[in-house]
Structure formats: structure tokens, C-alpha cells
């Protein structure tokens, strides 16, 4: 791919090519892998598209603000070979804070959404509108490509009665399951690929639901049937997509690593309350006595959010390596959401199997570049890290990201 990017806005820029597997210095960091893009300016990204799949770019300057007023498109790279379906189509999902008239509300960055659970909208669009109808026929096999680009909205889709199958999460291909309760579930920058045959009958319409959130359901899109079937019943053709050429880990010969995330509203007390226990008594040594560190410096900061005791200038990508990865080597990070929110976590330049949820082993071991992490839960995952550089780990709620929830990885 070669893309050159004009950066017409009035201030910096750079482009992130979200789980696309490129070198070091295509990956849009600004500070970290390039000098940002400043107005008026240009840059030119070059890198082999290495995997098929599903995959999305956006700026990774300010991305809060930037990404939250749309700058975000789809990035498709097709199979050599792929699945059969009677269509092709790929839903970017959108989510906006509107004001009254219809305006972008100004409100970026706010402390409370920092502290909470990020800028969740009131206004969810498809492809960048509010949609009304899908048209559908009776019989027919689409492949859904969904993409979340919300800041921080979670969603998890009911297909109303249809049983789509996923066949790939994250661009990466996983074996062919229906959903965990029929629910698609997509944190932040996560893509699911579907298969979802039409069963429902000509002239009719089903209302594809949106469930996250409890109590505040909505209806994302209606199904509506046109009035001649394509079909009678559904195909039956293959489901499975053919492997992209990923290095295997192996977690037996693998590094292991500890990942603490804290902070937010519950974490901080829980922190400053250990940060007593803990001081008083004393004589803490090595890690702790460093994660301590943090936590001490986490209570008389404004920041909201931290890894491992530390949390990042939200400004500036510009950090020391907190992991350091040896290359072409297996890789096992064991992380704990130690607070009381969800967060979508994204590495760099790698994708990774995940191979346990609070150490019960995964049915897939899903390839990912994003995992959606629950309040106090601990994920496991494994990779090789065979891309050489610094690369960022972080929340891509992009509030958590902006206030300290983000970190650098060096392969070396
Ligand atoms: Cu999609 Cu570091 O981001
Ligand atoms: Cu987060």
C-alpha cells in the first residue's frame, strides 16, 4: 500500500493503521515512530499489507477530538480466496455527542469522561449516517464486516432471530461459532466479521438491537425484506476463511509478564487505601516498591488512569519502554483490569492469540489487536514478537487513553 496523506486540518496529525501488522515507522505514533504531520504538511506510508482482513486507520494525535469528529475509514484487504457470500458489506459504526441542534458538541477531553467510562454519544451512525432500513432478500448470505470507531462506546448487537456466525475478529480469521447468547459483542476499535444468512420472510422486517448498556437498548437498524426471495432456503456453502501467515506463540516456552490496569473511580480508593497499608508497614522491595511509586504519584496527579502504577502524558507519546520483548521470541502477558470498568486493549504491531479469561482457557485462542477486558477480570495473551520498535499498548477508550492509560513496548 502506498498512501500519502495532506494534512489539511489546522494542526497536527498523524494516520494509525489499526492492526495492520506494518514496520515501525509506518505505525502513526507521533513523537514515538515519526515526527507528526503538521498542517499543510504531507506524509508518505508504504508497507506490504501482510494479512487479509478486516482493519480500520485513524489519527493517533489527539485522537480523542480528531477520531471523535470523524477522521476514521474503513481498510479493507481481501483473501486471495475467500468465503462465498451473495454480498459484501462493511458497517462503520459511529458514535456522536450531539447538542440540541445537531452541532458536535464541543466538550473533549472533559475530566468526566476521563474519569468514567469515556465520551458515549447520543447519536450511533452506520457508514456515518443514522440509519433507517437495510434491504435484505429472503434466502440471501451477507459477510458483515463490522468496525467500531466510537470513542468509547460499547456495543452488542442482537440479530433479532437471524444466527450470525463469526468468522473473523479482528481481520484475523477464527473458527467459524455463533456468539456467546446470540450477542455481538465490539469494544472500541474491535472488528467481528459475520456471516449471517437472511431467514426471515419476504416483505418483513426485524429491528437489529443494540444491548450493551442495561436499560438504555436501542434500535441500531431495521432488516427490511424485500418482496421476492433470492433463495428458498439458506446455502450451505463454507464457512471457514484460509489463515493469515501469523508466527505461532508458544505460551509453554513463552516470557511472562504482569499487566496491572488501575485508577478510575473505584480504583483510586482502592489504590490510596493499599498505598496506607502498604506505607506504613514499610520495607516494600523491587516491583512493588516501584508499582507503589506510581500509585503514590497517581494520588497527588490529576491523571486518571494507569499501567503497572504509572500513568502516560496523555499529550505526548514520547515514553520510556515499560516492557521489553526479545525478538522472535514467545510472549505471554497476563493482564488484570484491577477497576470497575471495561477497557478495550490495544498493542501495536501485533496480534495476538488470547488464551485465557480469570484462568479458564479460551474455546478459539482468538487472534486479536484489541481485547475487551471486564471490570476485575484477567485475560492472558500470547505472541510472537517479531516486529522490531517501540510500539504502543494501550485503552482505546480514547478518554482512558488520553488520561494516562497508554504505554510503550520495545521489541528488540
Ligand atoms: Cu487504534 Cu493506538 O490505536
Ligand atoms: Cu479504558
Not at 216 to 234: F, I, K, M, N, S
Not at 382 to 387: I, L, T, Y
Not at 400 to 412: D, L, N, P, S, T
Amino acid at each position: 500500500m502506498r498512501v500519502a496523506v495532506d494534512n489539511a486540518l489546522a494542526e497536527e496529525t498523524t494516520i494509525h493503521w489499526h492492526g495492520v501488522r506494518v514496520p515501525n515507522a509506518m505505525d502513526g505514533v507521533p513523537h514515538l515512530t515519526q515526527t507528526p504531520i503538521g498542517a499543510g504538511e504531507r506524509f508518505l506510508y508504504e508497507f506490504d499489507a501482510v494479512d487479509a482482513g478486516t482493519f480500520w486507520y485513524h489519527p493517533h494525535q489527539r485522537s480523542s477530538e480528531q477520531v471523535g469528529r470523524g477522521l476514521y475509514g474503513p481498510l479493507i484487504v481481501e483473501e486471495p480466496q475467500s468465503v462465498r457470500a451473495d454480498r459484501d458489506v462493511t458497517w462503520m459504526l459511529g458514535d456522536w455527542r450531539l447538542t440540541k441542534s445537531g452541532a458536535i458538541s464541543e466538550d473533549f477531553g472533559n475530566r468526566h469522561d476521563i474519569h468514567h467510562n469515556g465520551r458515549v454519544g447520543n447519536t450511533v451512525t452506520i457508514n456515518g449516517r443514522v440509519p433507517d432500513g437495510f434491504a435484505v432478500r429472503k434466502g440471501e448470505r451477507i459477510r458483515l464486516r463490522l468496525i467500531n470507531a466510537a470513542n468509547a462506546r460499547i456495543f452488542s448487537l442482537d440479530f433479532a432471530g437471524h444466527e450470525p456466525i463469526v468468522i473473523a475478529l479482528d481481520g484475523q480469521p477464527v473458527t467459524p461459532h455463533a456468539p456467546d447468547k446470540g450477542l455481538v459483542v465490539l469494544g472500541p476499535a474491535m472488528r467481528v466479521d459475520l456471516i449471517i444468512d437472511m431467514t426471515g420472510n419476504a416483505g418483513s422486517r426485524a429491528s437489529v438491537t443494540d444491548r450493551f448498556y442495561e436499560r438504555l437498548e436501542y434500535r441500531l437498524v431495521d432488516l427490511v425484506y424485500d418482496g421476492t426471495p433470492l433463495r428458498e432456503r439458506a446455502p450451505d456453502w463454507p464457512l471457514a476463511l484460509p489463515a493469515n501467515p501469523l508466527p505461532e506463540p508458544d505460551p509453554e516456552a513463552a516470557s511472562r509478564n504482569e499487566v496491572v490496569f488501575n485508577g478510575g473511580m473505584m480504583g483510586e480508593m482502592v489504590a490510596r487505601e493499599m498505598g496506607e497499608s502498604l506505607g506504613a508497614r514499610g520495607g516494600m522491595m523491587g516491583d512493588m516498591n516501584s508499582m507503589m511509586g506510581g500509585m503514590m504519584r497517581m494520588m497527588n496527579s490529576s491523571a486518571a488512569w494507569f499501567i503497572n502504577g504509572v500513568a502516560a502524558d496523555g499529550a505526548s507519546h514520547d515514553m520510556k519502554p515499560m516492557l521489553t520483548f526479545e525478538k522472535d521470541k514467545s510472549h505471554v502477558i497476563a493482564m488484570t483490569n484491577a477497576t470497575a470498568w471495561y477497557h478495550p486493549i490495544h498493542l501495536h504491531g501485533h496480534s495476538f492469540r488470547v488464551i485465557s479469561r480469570n484462568g479458564k482457557r479460551t474455546l478459539h485462542r482468538e487472534w486479536q489487536d484489541t481485547v475487551l477486558i471486564s471490570p476485575r477480570e484477567k485475560v492472558e495473551i500470547a505472541f510472537v514478537a517479531d516486529n522490531p520498535g517501540d510500539w504502543m499498548f494501550h485503552c482505546h477508550i480514547l478518554e482512558h487513553q488520553a488520561g494516562g492509560m497508554m504505554a510503550v513496548f520495545r521489541v528488540a
